[in-house]
């Protein structure tokens, strides 16, 4: 009798006869499904596009719904409601009476949250607020990926002396404490008189890249690390190692086979990204050395209305209340994804 | 043991100074920026400008500057503040006991909080318990802290103030403990609760993930078969190596906060702290103070990060040199 | 006859997952006597580990479900209090994991760990434990005890601290020792040692040990009775004699052929069992094992064999084929050299 050769005996598992295997699934779709099944990560990511959506539509919303112009003083003026006409700015007021203040909140289209200190439209300068704080918060978190990721992509991958350099580079910038190196380089930046002189082209004192720059700037060590090790640890895989086999050139390793798991990691760090960047963009214009007037974003109103906290509480409580929202969703988001992708976490089923 | 110490030694003086030129660089040699022109306030004339520059060494070459400046701050220790006019020095020195109190207060409160937080939750995983808390800690780190300290001085001082849960609380402000024991206390109870909200957060997070991450490890299942009770592996054996992380992470933030990290807090509520102190010379461009209060706050996180190291040998046996 | 101190009846291990429920361990019945050594063999997947860790109650998933009975000395361990259940693990039935690198936690000393099981079972005098602990290093063969007592686990090699672990299960006593493949991680010349050492647990300790492995030369030495696990159940079951000369289950031929072996003539090449192990959710209808059976024929697609004994006392197996077909075609899958020079 013949050895037994499975080929030449014609053996075919096919599904039917191993049972109904479970067909395979990349990782990817696996974690697409547990995310979906996530109602609370989805609520997550439908209340930030909401907040984002609002932000953006901060001009369609106090031009036509309020009619008010949040970047113009308007101290002598009057609201209607319900044909009864005030002023603005109300006299009376603070400890000894004497002062003026703002209306409250009207809960109506026009001055839904009442007026700051200069007759200004709260609601509107919040969802204003909404768009720069957002606008840099994001644009921080990508390009400090950006730059996290190319750093790490070659400190990981070519080892040796750059990567020593560049480590050493990143832990000199994460040495300095985060509050620090944003302090400075913001008050810098920010106090020259007639703007940023970089010889080819000025950047105006409140163009909101300064902020951006910064706070991109001094995050890039936090998501360089976790990248870096990644690349490293990739790098001796086996699978790298028979790319390498094959003559596989670097760029193509590096774009092939390195890139697209980096891509998983930097994905699901993203939204906790955005709530860190959030945070400190507030916290550094409520310093007065983020966003400069006249552009305002949550943490400036929070600073504008600090005079009026005990007064009129409505202009710091609500942008706080925004970046609470946000920040809480962006946090829910990135648990969300972060669980999506981890096949250990047991929960119950059915 | 004794060449690893001496060896971080050596790391921290190597990043004080690169720090120290870092921001002696930033603040004076960044393009565009004229400090002397800062300094002289609005529309200044020439003359004003060249005194300036005269008074404060700001006409000398860069690399003599900060030799001076470096001479003046370590060797005479007669640094004077250019906006007060003072001795650096004895400033930094009184704002020390005000941030120190507020972090070690602070300190205490967040780590028993977030270590019940954390220990909950992962022992009530299953159970509607853990969520609760989870979200309650997702709050916690998502809200800023000088919002909060607005919305805690609103509540306080302002709107219950009359209320008798607050009517206690003393205007803003810091008492020395060798003044006023009762009233260093209860000026500082807010502050102290609105700092630790954050990293109640944060930490109880940290911890639970750890818990969750160890439970799976064989160690413990090995635990388990050594017919050990629930509570005992729990505190013992998961909980033991779970905190090596969280003591770590504790050490960092705590170096920083030290090191003046706390300035929101400390802006918020009215304690004349080392933050506080940083920021105000930051904002002034006062150098002399800026590159102290940014030295003494490198050091402290520096010197963090290699006690840290140190505690990390200690609480994980693997790690020691053999 | 006396009772037997471990009597599985019809075991059920499933696990609730997203894609449906995951049926481990499929209806088992075995029994192990005092001194006993029962080596359980199978592929990952069988459901060996999941037998025993159920035996235990180490399993925390919990989307776990379980039927049957484990009897312990009368006792049905399923039914047991967590208290009680806990006086039974390491005093009475002990664990030995397959991994000794991470079995053991690297923060405390070896002798802290030993002392801690010893004195969550017995209540004894400062100083009692710690000698017993050296006593217990000195008997699995650990040089220099009295100050290797002190070291940390991540300062012994894996046969060493193999050693410990067994020196930890073996520190309360205990009636029954399970053991589970104690040397997969381990080099072919410590898992010598390693074995030889089990072997004299019976003489030394008195205790009865199930040793679970994948490969039937870890057992050929040292089990009394061998169970053949497939998918969740058992699919052959004797003693040494029957199992390594008269098998009966094509899955017991394949797991001998693919054994290499000194005292034959090379083969060409070693057999193989094709393909993959069966969903363990969706069951085809009829064997298991036939998708990879070479033997198969109609009557295996149709109806599930049932575990009876054809050949002898204590030998049974599930498979439909006839005894006189089984010797014929078995010799050609163990002993190809043989079917090649005939």
Not at chain 2, 35 to 56: D, V
Not at chain 3, 92 to 113: C, H, K, R
Not at chain 3, 136 to 149: C, D, K, N, S, T
Not at chain 3, 199 to 206: A, I, Q, V
């Amino acid at each position: 009798m013949a050895v037994f050769e499975p080929e030449a005996e014609g053996i075919v598992l096919d599904a039917e006869e191993t049972g109904g295997d479970i067909a395979g699934r990349s990782p990817w779709a696996l974690a697409g499904r547990r995310l979906v099944r996530n109602k609370l990560a989805l609520a997550a990511l439908a209340l930030f596009v909401l907040i984002v959506a609002v932000s953006f539509a901060a001009p369609v919303y106090s031009k036509h719904v309020a009619n008010t112009d949040p970047f113009e003083s308007n101290i002598s003026g009057t609201v209607t409601i319900d044909g009864k006409t005030e002023p603005v700015l109300q006299q009376g007021g603070g400890k000894l009476g004497l002062g003026e203040t703002p209306i409250g909140p009207t809960w109506h289209s026009h001055y839904l949250l009442g007026a700051d200190n200069q007759g200004r439209d709260v609601a509107a300068r919040v969802l204003y607020g909404g768009r720069a704080s957002l606008e840099i918060g994001l644009g921080s978190a990508l390009l400090a990926s950006l730059v996290a990721v190319v750093f790490g992509l070659v400190a990981g991958f070519f080892g040796g002396v750059t990567d020593t350099g560049i480590s050493r580079l990143m832990d000199l910038i994460w040495a300095f404490p985060v509050y620090l190196l944003a302090i400075s380089l913001a008050t810098v930046l920010l106090t020259a008189p007639n703007g940023l002189n970089l010889g080819i082209f000025n950047v105006s004192a409140s163009s909101l890249w300064i902020p951006l720059v910064i706070i991109g700037v001094i995050y890039v060590p936090y998501v360089f690390r976790p990248i870096r090790g990644q690349v490293l640890s990739l790098r001796q895989r086996e699978f790298v190692e028979a790319a390498i086999a094959q003559g596989a050139s670097n760029f193509r390793l590096i774009f092939r086979e390195i890139l697209p798991n980096v891509a998983s990691t930097v994905i699901v760090l993203l939204p906790l990204m955005i709530a860190t960047t959030i945070l400190t963009e507030s916290a550094l214009s409520y310093l007065s050395i983020g966003v400069q007037a006249p552009k305002a974003s949550w943490g400036t109103i929070i600073e504008d209305g600090q005079a009026l906290l005990y007064t009129r509480p409505t202009v710091a409580i609500a942008p706080g209340v925004m970046i609470v929202l946000t920040v809480l969703a962006l946090n829910v988001l990135g648990d969300g994804l972060r669980d999506a992708l981890d096949p250990r976490s047991k929960v119950r089923v059915k | 043991m004794a060449t690893f110490a001496i060896r971080r030694a050596l790391w921290l003086l190597v990043v004080l100074f690169a720090i120290s030129v870092l921001v002696f660089l930033i603040f004076f040699a960044t393009p565009g920026v004229d400090p002397a022109r800062q300094m002289a306030g609005r529309n200044p004339s020439a003359e004003t400008i060249k005194n300036i520059k005269h008074e404060f060494g700001l006409d000398r070459a860069l690399p003599i500057r900060y030799g001076l400046m470096m001479k003046h701050m370590f060797i005479s220790r007669d640094l004077i503040s250019y906006g007060s006019h003072t001795r650096v020095i004895p400033e930094i020195l009184s704002a020390t006991p005000v941030t120190l109190s507020l972090v070690f207060g602070a300190a205490v409160i967040w780590v028993i909080f977030s270590i019940l937080t954390g220990v909950g939750a992962a022992v009530f995983r299953g159970t509607v318990i853990d969520p609760i808390l989870m979200i309650l800690a997702l709050i916690g780190i998502s809200i800023p802290v000088f919002w909060l300290g607005e919305v805690v001085n609103l509540v306080t001082q302002s709107r219950l103030h009359d209320f008798f849960l607050f009517s206690w609380v003393p205007p803003l402000g810091y008492t020395p403990l060798t003044q006023d024991p009762l009233m260093w206390f209860e000026q500082l109870v807010f502050p102290w609760l609105t700092l630790s909200v954050l990293y109640i957060g944060f930490y109880a997070r940290v911890l639970r993930a750890n818990l969750i991450e160890t439970e799976n490890e064989d160690y413990i299942r090995t635990a388990r078969a050594k017919g050990l009770s629930e509570r005992r592996v729990l505190l013992r054996h998961t909980l033991r190596t779970s905190m090596i992380t969280f003591v770590s992470l504790f050490g960092l933030d705590f170096g920083i906060l030290v090191g003046g990290g706390a300035l929101l807090t400390e802006v918020v509520f009215g304690l004349p702290g080392v933050g506080l102190l940083t920021y105000n010379s930051l904002t002034a461009l006062d150098l002399p103070v800026i590159m102290t209060t940014v030295i003494y706050g490198a050091f402290f996180i520096t010197l963090a990060n290699a006690l840290v190291d140190l505690l990390y040998a200690w609480l994980d046996p693997r790690v020691r040199p053999a | 006859m006396a009772e037997p101190l471990l009597s599985v009846k019809d075991l059920k291990v499933s696990f609730r997952t997203e894609d449906g429920l995951v049926r481990a361990v499929d209806g088992i019945s075995f029994t192990v006597d005092e001194g006993d050594v029962v080596g359980i063999v199978g592929e990952s997947g069988s459901g060996k580990s999941v037998t025993m860790m159920s035996l235990m109650r180490l399993i925390t998933d919990p989307n776990v479900i379980y039927e049957g009975e484990i009897l312990y000395k009368g006792r049905n361990l399923m039914g047991l209090s967590q208290d009680a259940m806990r006086e039974v693990r390491g005093e009475e039935i002990a664990m030995i994991f397959q991994d000794p690198m991470t079995s053991l936690n690297p923060v405390y000393t070896i002798g802290w760990q030993i002392e801690e099981q010893l004195n969550e079972h017995y209540d004894l005098k400062k100083g009692q434990a710690r000698r017993r602990a050296i006593d217990l290093l000195a008997q699995v063969g650990i040089p220099r005890p009295e100050q290797r007592i002190d070291d940390h686990p991540h300062q012994f090699s894996g046969g060493m601290r193999q050693r410990v672990m067994i020196a930890l299960a073996l520190s309360c006593n205990p009636d029954l020792l399970i053991a589970d493949e104690p040397t997969t991680a381990l080099d072919v010349t410590i898992q010598a040692q390693i074995l030889e050492l089990t072997k004299n647990l019976k003489r030394d300790f008195g205790s009865a040990v199930v040793l679970i492995t994948h490969d039937l030369g870890v057992v050929a030495d040292i089990a009394d009775r061998i169970l053949v696990m497939y998918a969740g159940r058992i699919v052959e079951e004797g003693n040494k004699e029957q199992i390594f000369y008269d098998p009966q289950h094509p899955y017991t031929w394949g797991l001998l052929g693919s054994i290499a072996r000194l005292d034959r003539p090379k083969p060409r090449r070693l057999t193989t069992i094709a393909g993959q192990p069966p969903s363990l959710i969706n069951r085809p209808r009829g064997c298991s094992f036939r998708p990879r059976c070479p033997q198969a024929f109609e009557r295996c697609s149709v109806e599930d064999p049932a575990l009876t004994a054809k050949v002898g006392d204590g030998h049974l197996d599930a498979c439909h084929l006839s005894v006189e077909d089984k010797r014929t075609r078995r010799d050609a899958t163990i002993r190809p050299e043989l079917a090649e020079s005939a």
